[in-house]
């Protein structure tokens, strides 16, 4: 059972810029399609970016299409996202999972608040 374990949030302006790691355990993260969601109190978690197991083929949610990237480095079994020109509007807990998700992987989460 591979787990996630997020870190790289925090509180930032408006226009600035965020990178979330997501740190996996085991050996099978390099065969594993790996995603990002994230979710704010109250509502239901949604799709960010997704990305296939060689990094070739990336997926993006149309509301931060341009402005994150999703990558990973299986050497490290890590995954990242890069998080440029942020909006008010991407203030969430961000989960990082195999994609799709199963239920018993989602870890902690890290929060990103974007506030002037």
């Known amino acids: 059972q591979v787990q996630f374990v997020e870190s790289g949030g925090g509180l930032v302006q408006p226009g600035g810029s965020l990178r979330l790691s997501c740190a996996a355990s085991?050996?099978?993260?390099?065969?594993?399609?790996m995603g990002w969601h994230r979710q704010v109190p109250g509502k239901q978690r949604e799709f960010v970016a997704r990305i296939s197991t060689g990094g070739r083929t990336n997926y993006y949610a149309d509301s931060v299409k341009g402005r994150f990237t999703i990558s990973r480095d299986n050497s490290k079994n890590t995954l990242y996202l890069q998080m440029n020109s942020l909006k008010p509007e991407d203030t969430a807990v961000y989960y990082c999972n195999r994609f799709p998700p199963t239920a018993s992987s989602w870890g902690q989460g890290t929060q990103v608040t974007v506030s002037s």
């Open positions: 085991g050996s099978a993260f390099s065969s594993l399609d």
